[in-house]
C-alpha cells in the first residue's frame, strides 16, 4: 500500500529499518515530514514502523529485502528510486552480532555477520552509487560503531566487519573526492539500547546485557537526521566514544585488553542463558520496536568516568614515551 504524500520533503532510503537505531531515524525524518523508503527482512517490524512514520508526519513505503542478496538490494534501489524520484540520503544502517569466544562461534555464524555487516553495506553502495552520480549528490550514512576503532574479544567477526568497514567508507569517500556534493558520512555510536542485543547469536553461556551509559537509539537518528542537512565525513556519538578514541590512539591494544577482562569476569557472573543464533539467519518474528529495555541513564555518568580514565591513562603513557625519548 502507498503512503506515499505530495507534499516537499527530504527523499530518505533506510536500510535495517525494522528495529532499534533504522526505526528511530525513520521516525525522526518523519517529524520533518521526510519522504521514506525503508528496508529490512522482517516484514512484521516493517509495516509496524511505517504506521508510525505515517502518524508522525512523514511517508513510507517499505519493502523485504536481504542486504546480503546484491541483486535484491540492485531491484530495491530501483524501486525506491521510482517511488522517490531521487534519493537525498540513505542510510546503510544494517547490523548484526555474535557474542562468543571465536572457536566456540560456529563459522557460518561468523561468515553471517560479515556478510550483513560489510558485504552488505557493500551492496547498499553499489546499488545507489550509479543513482548518485546521474543526480551528481547524494549522502550515503554508514552505520558503523566504535566498534570500527576499537578491536572487540568475543566478537571476532563483529570487529573484523567493523574495521573493513571503516575502510571501505574511506576508500569510497576518496573516490567521489571530485563530486562535492556527494557525501560518505560515517557514524560510530558507543553501546546503544536496541532489541538488536535480543537478536544477536550468543554463544557465551551467558544472558547478554548491556555496560553502563547505553544510549538511547533516538540519540544516534537524531546524528543521523542532522547529516542530511550538515554532511560530515565522521560523527561520533557519546561522549565516552570521544574519550576512548583519545585512549586508543595513545595505547593501541589497551581497550581491547580492558574489554577483554570485562568480558571473562561478566560471563563468570552473568546470569545463565543458552547459546543460540538469534535472528542471524532469519529475521525476528514480530515487530521488535525501537528500545532495547536495557538502559540505565542514571548510570551514563559511570560510564563517562570510566572512560575517562581509560583515555587519560592512554595519554599519561604516550607523554611518558614522548618524554623519554626526548630525553633519550
Known amino acids: 500500500m502507498s503512503r506515499r504524500s505530495s507534499k516537499p520533503g527530504t527523499r530518505v532510503v533506510i536500510t535495517g529499518a525494522s528495529s532499534g537505531i533504522g526505526a528511530a531515524t525513520a521516525l525522526a525524518f518523519a517529524k520533518k515530514g521526510a519522504h521514506l523508503v525503508l528496508a529490512a527482512r522482517g516484514e512484521a517490524g516493517l509495516e509496524d514502523i511505517a504506521a508510525k512514520v505515517c502518524a508522525a508526519g512523514g511517508t513510507a513505503e517499505v519493502r523485504s529485502v536481504d542486504v546480503t542478496d546484491a541483486a535484491a538490494v540492485a531491484a530495491f534501489a530501483a524501486d525506491a528510486q521510482a517511488i522517490l524520484g531521487e534519493i537525498d540520503l540513505w542510510f546503510s544502517n544494517v547490523g548484526v552480532g555474535v557474542v562468543g569466544k571465536y572457536h566456540d562461534v560456529p563459522m557460518a555464524d561468523h561468515a553471517r555477520v560479515v556478510e550483513a555487516n560489510l558485504i552488505g ?3 547498499d553502495a553499489h546499488a545507489v552509487w550509479p543513482i548518485f552520480l546521474a543526480q551528481d549528490r ?3 550514512v554508514n552505520m558503523i560503531s566504535v566498534g ?9 567477526a563483529y570487529a573484523a566487519s567493523k574495521f573493513g568497514l571503516r575502510g571501505f567508507s574511506e576508500a569510497l569517500r576518496a573516490e567521489v573526492s571530485k563530486h562535492p556534493r ?5 557514524v560510530y555510536p558507543t553501546f546503544v539500547d536496541t532489541p538488536g542485543i535480543d537478536h544477536a547469536g550468543n554463544y557465551t553461556g551467558a544472558k547478554l546485557s548491556l555496560p553502563p551509559g547505553a544510549l538511547a537509539p533516538e540519540a544516534v537518528a537524531e546524528a543521523v537526521v542532522r547529516l542530511a542537512k550538515r554532511p560530515r565525513n565522521t560523527t561520533v556519538v557519546g561522549a565516552p566514544a570521544c574519550l576512548l578514541k583519545l585512549g586508543q590512539l595513545a595505547v593501541p591494544n589497551l581497550g581491547a585488553a580492558m574489554m577483554n577482562g570485562f568480558m571473562d569476569v ?9 547459546d543460540k543464533s538469534g535472528a542471524l539467519h532469519e529475521p525476528a518474528a514480530g515487530a521488535s520496536g525501537v528500545e532495547g529495555g536495557r538502559r540505565h541513564p542514571q548510570r551514563r555518568r559511570t560510564a563517562a568516568i570510566v572512560a575517562g580514565g581509560v ?3 592512554g595519554i599519561a603513557a604516550a607523554a611518558a614515551v614522548f618524554w623519554r625519548n626526548r630525553r633519550d
Do not use: K, L, S
Open 121 to 123: 553495506h557493500m551492496n
Open 138 to 140: 547524494g549522502t550515503w
Open 148 to 156: 570500527g576503532f576499537f578491536a572487540t574479544p568475543h566478537a571476532a
Open 182 to 186: 556527494i557525501h560518505v558520512c560515517d
Open 266 to 274: 561478566w560471563a563468570d557472573r552473568a546470569e545463565a542463558g543458552e
Open 311 to 313: 583515555a587519560a591513562a
